[in-house]
């Protein structure tokens, strides 16, 4: 079992960036494949973007590809989501995966 724990959310500008962390402890990541998702009040919990740790293969959902970037830290233990271009459509909390394990979230917020 692998703990997950997610920083960086905050309160942004539309058309801001910020940069998501999932550190990871007790169980290697870096051959396994890490997602991202989010979940809105009152909506489903949607994928984003994962990463394969060992062929660092990337993939994303098309409504966030081309503004936001999942990578992993060359030890293997932080996957990071660099999110551009933020729109208030973005507001949610955001979270990683491995496998069945999630860590509790980072909440991101989008307005002027």
């Known amino acids: 079992q692998v703990q997950l724990v997610e920083s960086g959310g905050a309160l942004v500008q539309p058309g801001g960036s910020l940069r998501l962390s999932c550190a990871a402890s007790?169980?290697?990541?870096?051959?396994?494949?890490t997602s991202w998702h989010r979940q809105a009040p009152g909506q489903e919990r949607e994928f984003l973007a994962g990463?394969?740790?060992?062929?660092?293969?990337?993939n994303y959902a098309g409504s966030v590809k081309g503004r936001f970037t999942i990578s992993m830290d060359s030890a293997g233990n932080t996957v990071y989501l660099q999110m551009n271009s933020l729109k208030p459509e973005d507001t949610a909390a955001y979270y990683c995966?491995?496998?069945?394990?999630w860590g509790q979230g980072t909440q991101v917020t989008v307005s002027s």
């Open positions: 007790g169980s290697k990541i870096s051959d396994s494949y």
């Open positions: 990463i394969n740790g060992y062929s660092r293969f990337t």
């Open positions: 995966r491995v496998g069945n394990d």
